[in-house]
Antibody
Framework: QVQLKESGPGLVQPSQTLSLTCTVS????????VHWVRQPPGKGLEWVGA???????DYNSALKSRLSISRDTSKSQVFLKMNSLQTEDTAIYFC?????????WGQGVMVTVSS | DIQMTQSPSSLPASLGDRVTITCRAS??????LRWFQQKPGKSPRLMIY???NLAAGVPSRFSGSRSGSDYSLTISSLESEDMADYYC?????????FGSGTKLEIK
């Protein structure tokens, strides 16, 4: 059974670093890409970045300087790290396979950037 | 980056109506176009992939088409469960880009 589940802090202070984990099951990270998508409250979907089956990464152009995506295949986990957080980074963060593969999404994790 | 221009932003419609949402790509994306449906408080759901292919479990009243750089999602006969937000996504090249979304609501 394919599952993805995001985890991480719900509240982050401005200028700090966000660390999120996407724990997957039912498929291999070495055979499938995982993407991060975010959605600010009341707004649309925004592609954040991806880690491909071979381990390479791609990032949103506007976030590239602050963003890092990595993985631990032995633990079936994908990591998102974003530094210098601003209030505009407040959003629900989803991990998903659905952008290039079958329709599987995590339930999303709400991240609020506030002091 | 490839820009996806989605229209309309809001679409009031009645049950039984035929409705169409369109995305225009700023450069060639071939058929690397996906449509997603999102209901409040839920994760998005894949509806169409490869511009014209129905995803698993999606009702046949949904269809996707392409005309040049214009991509459309059509619902042939609107049902109440179709009221949601819809987004297109180009997956031709990174960075991937979503359209700005269409809110489909009851007139």
């Amino acid at each position: 059974q394919v599952q993805l589940k995001e985890s991480g802090p719900g509240l982050v202070q401005p200028s700090q670093t966000l660390s999120l984990t996407c724990t997957v099951s039912g498929f291999s990270l070495t055979s499938n890409s995982v993407h991060w998508v975010r959605q600010p409250p009341g707004k649309g979907l925004e592609w954040v970045g991806a880690i491909w089956s071979g381990g390479s990464t791609d990032y949103n152009s506007a976030l590239k300087s602050r963003l890092s995506i990595s993985r631990d295949t032995s633990k079936s986990q994908v990591f998102l790290k974003m530094n210098s957080l601003q209030t505009e980074d407040t959003a629900i963060y989803f991990c998903t396979r659905a952008l290039t593969g079958l329709d599987y999404w995590g339930q999303g994790v709400m991240v609020t950037v506030s002091s | 980056d490839i820009q996806m221009t989605q229209s309309p932003s809001s679409l009031p419609a009645s049950l039984g109506d035929r409705v169409t949402i369109t995305c225009r790509a700023s450069q060639d994306i071939g058929n690397y176009l996906r449509w997603f449906q999102q209901k409040p408080g839920k994760s998005p759901r894949l509806m169409i992939y490869g511009a014209t292919n129905l995803a698993a479990g999606v009702p046949s009243r949904f269809s996707g088409s392409r005309s040049g750089s214009d991509y459309s999602l059509t619902i042939s006969s609107l049902e109440s469960e179709d009221m949601a937000d819809y987004y297109c996504l180009q997956s031709k090249e990174s960075p991937f880009t979503f359209g700005s979304g269409t809110k489909l609501e009851i007139k």
